[in-house]
């Protein structure tokens, strides 16, 4: 039976039989509906465990999972508060999903960051590897597939990893799923905790956290994820251009995260714009380094198009299986045509040929941007990729003022799982060719509007 806890003017109707999860739920609807306003103190897990008859540990763990999800803010010697409005809660953004906020669909200037130049898909070499694949496959290809996907598309992409990329990838080690979003959902039911870097997107923590997995925070600074603040079983990182920060893990912790995988850990590196690095030869994946502790995810998102769900995991061999199952339990059954026309494209050598066009695209617009930035504000992070971070004093002022130019643009303080600086993230992508100029004008002229002259 529901019972009501009371405090001030909260009630919190929980049952106790559903234990923690419906403990964390019930206290995350009263935040998301809005009962807990945010900046309110929470109570001491002691009073709250001692209000409800559990014990501390649990109410401790419900902060804590709520911390993670961003709900909740706590601070060492403060009581535990709801997050503020300007990290509003995850769960919240990601029904909508960024690509669909309001907000961005009413946006002139699309700089928000994550997609690709949407005008620039193959549409031709698409086409023409389709004629290709329908003239030759047998009906038998017409049938559900396997839940790994085709053999075909197995073995170009180990070849195309092994070459791009260094990663070590037999066919039968690779899962073709649909997107790293799946991905990561499927992950997080086989693990019960996986550490995030902080700051990350908050909608891929959000998806593992839905699988089951409790998420948990690891600092990154400038050289990358700090290695040897590794406590969990498992952990999420982003090796070759850090999102959102752009900063790239330095030679010493990949050659110490390595080491933590081969000591017992297990590493999930997101390789998602790993085609895109523009100032000297990529570094390749960290994947290499210990194959047999570390998930290599990859897709084509930022190289063709997110509409088209593929992604792929290379997964050391005791880890097919149950993910190849797992996702077969959920209802996957992999777009096969889709699959053979990216193999074509891979074979063919259409693949290689516009991942250098786009990288050539990108670089140039990288540059056009960084020249026309105010002088007060300078990027960190490498030459890559499709988006770059200005952090500034004042978040929400520079975001008000960028909007004021009907400009879309993400929020670095959403990405935090503790706190951090506040900032903007620009994604320079997604404007087709004639709309990027503007775009950037307008973003300038907004920036301008907040600048404060350099000391
Ligand atoms: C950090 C990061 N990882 C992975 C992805 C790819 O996600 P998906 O394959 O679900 O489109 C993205 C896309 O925006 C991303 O920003």
């Keep these: 039976m529901a019972r009501s806890w009371s405090s001030s003017d909260l009630h919190l109707d929980w049952d106790p039989g559903t234990g923690r999860r419906g403990l964390t739920g019930a206290l995350r609807s009263a935040i998301r509906d809005g009962r807990l306003a945010p900046g309110t103190a929470l109570p001491s897990t002691r009073a709250l465990a001692a209000d409800l008859g559990v014990a501390r540990g649990t109410i401790t763990r419900v902060y804590g999972d709520l911390t993670a999800e961003g709900y909740l803010r706590s601070r ?13 809660p995850a769960e919240a953004r990601e029904k909508a999903g960024p690509a669909s906020a309001a907000w961005l669909r009413d946006a002139r200037w699309d700089l928000f960051p994550g997609r690709p130049d949407l005008s620039s898909f193959p549409r031709a070499a698409w086409a023409s590897a389709t004629r290709r694949v329908l003239h030759a496959m047998p009906a038998g290809s017409f049938d559900y597939g396997d839940p790994a996907g085709p053999a075909a598309l197995r073995e170009a992409l180990a070849r195309y990893l092994a070459r791009s990329r260094g990663v070590l990838a ?11 979003l799946q991905a ?24 593992a956290a839905r699988g089951g ?12 994820l700090r290695v040897s603040e590794l406590d969990s079983p498992v952990v999420v990182v982003t090796p070759a251009h850090q999102y959102p920060l752009g900063v790239t893990l330095a030679p010493e912790r990949r ?28 570094l390749g994946a960290v994947q290499s380094l210990a194959p047999e502790r570390i998930v290599y995810a990859g897709g084509v998102s930022k190289t063709l198009a997110p509409s088209l769900r593929i992604g792929w995991l290379v997964l050391p061999r005791r880890l097919v299986t149950p993910v190849r199952d797992r996702m ?8 096969v045509l889709d699959h053979l026309i990216l193999a074509d494209l891979l074979t063919s050598g259409a ?39 200005l952090k500034v004093p004042d978040e929400e002022a520079a975001v008000r003022a960028v909007r004021r130019r009907s400009v879309a643009v993400d929020q670095l303080s959403r990405h935090w799982m503790t706190s951090g600086p506040g900032g903007i993230v620009v994604g320079y992508g997604t404007p087709a060719e004639h709309a990027f100029g503007p775009a950037v004008a307008a973003l300038v002229e907004g920036l301008r509007a907040v600048a404060t002259p350099r000391p």
């Design 184 to 207: 990561i959902t499927v992950l997080g039911q086989l693990y019960g905790e996986i550490a995030f870097e902080d700051p990350s997107l908050p909608e891929f923590r959000l998806a």
């Design 351 to 389: 693949y290689d040929r516009h991942v250098r066009q786009r990288r050539t695209a990108y670089r140039r617009r990288r540059d056009r941007l960084l020249a026309a930035l105010p002088p007060e504000f300078v990027p960190e992070g490498i030459s890559a990729g499709l988006h770059l971070v």
């Design 328 to 335: 077969a339990e959920l209802g996957w059954r992999p777009p």
């Design 213 to 224: 997995a409790k998420t948990v925070p690891v600092p990154v600074d400038e050289r990358g």
């Design 255 to 282: 050659s110490a995260l390595a080491g933590w995988a081969a000591a017992g850990g297990l590493v999930i590196e997101d390789d998602y714009d790993g085609e895109f690095r523009f100032d000297r030869q990529p």
């Design 170 to 180: 037999e066919p039968d080690r690779i899962v073709v799923c649909g997107g790293y």
């Design 76 to 88: 060492q010697g403060a009581p535990t508060r709801v997050a503020a409005v300007t990290r509003a």
